[in-house]
């Protein structure tokens, strides 16, 4: 089996910073995506990449960059992090048609 | 607008008692629906997912789902809950054409009393 690594685990930042997660799956899967996770919302895509320097923007975009320079890692950046901001960032692998794997996330808290 | 609705935000059911969680989907096309798992701290863990096909599922520890597409429902069900699946659940579906992307529903928390 393979396994999902986000780093890191915990972030705190400050209203204004650009934050950068990172994430590493050794599936060799194809496919990798962000997903924000908020209290009572469910999870939202951010941006998936369907290979290594693909990105596709999804519904949560705007206000993150991604980037895929390697087949196995996956970097999502907070552009400019929002005062009070507290969500849990999972990312995500696959290979198409079959099951989506996640990692445990990381949760990000903006002071 | 493709979307899933868990209309129930909490469900607490004793131990041992039967349970089902609700899932209705909106989604033009074959649906693929699936139920999520997560433990607390813990990613998304599948529990089951249904291909078109039979539309009962069985899943891991003890959990099945039965698709209904003149209900656009996927409900989840248990026989008999154990402590163990305190947990959130989200059902979400997808398409087989383009990136496989889920759409996931907001979840429902699942509280066992003793």
């Known amino acids: 089996g393979g396994i999902i690594t986000q780093t890191p685990k915990f972030l705190i930042g400050q209203e204004g910073q650009k934050l950068t997660l990172k994430c590493q799956q050794n599936?060799?899967?194809?496919?990798m995506y962000w997903y924000r996770q908020d209290s009572g919302k469910g999870l939202r895509l951010i941006y998936y990449?369907?290979?290594?320097?693909?990105?596709q923007k999804g519904d949560l975009s705007e206000g993150y960059d991604a980037s895929r320079e390697k087949k196995s890692s996956f970097s999502l950046t907070v552009t400019s992090a929002q005062k009070n901001e507290m969500a849990v960032f999972l990312c995500a692998s696959s290979i198409p048609n079959t099951e989506v794997f996640f990692g445990k996330g990381t949760r990000l808290t903006v002071v | 607008a493709q979307s899933v609705t868990q209309p129930d935000a909490r469900v607490t059911v004793s131990e041992g008692a039967s349970l089902q969680l609700r899932c209705k989907y909106s989604y033009f096309g074959t649906p693929y629906l699936f139920w999520y798992v997560q433990y607390p701290r813990q990613g998304l863990q599948l529990l089951l997912k249904y291909y078109p096909g039979d539309p009962v599922v069985q899943g891991v520890n003890g959990f099945e789902a039965e698709f209904s597409k003149s209900n656009s429902s996927f409900h989840l069900r248990k026989a008999s809950v154990h402590w163990s699946d305190w947990a959130v659940y989200f059902c979400?579906?997808?398409?087989?054409?383009?990136?496989?992307?889920?759409?996931f529903g907001s979840g429902t928390q699942l509280t066992v009393m003793p």
């Open positions: 599936f060799n899967h194809d496919t």
């Open positions: 979400a579906v997808t398409s087989p054409s383009g990136s496989w992307q889920l759409i």
């Open positions: 990449s369907i290979t290594e320097n693909d990105l």
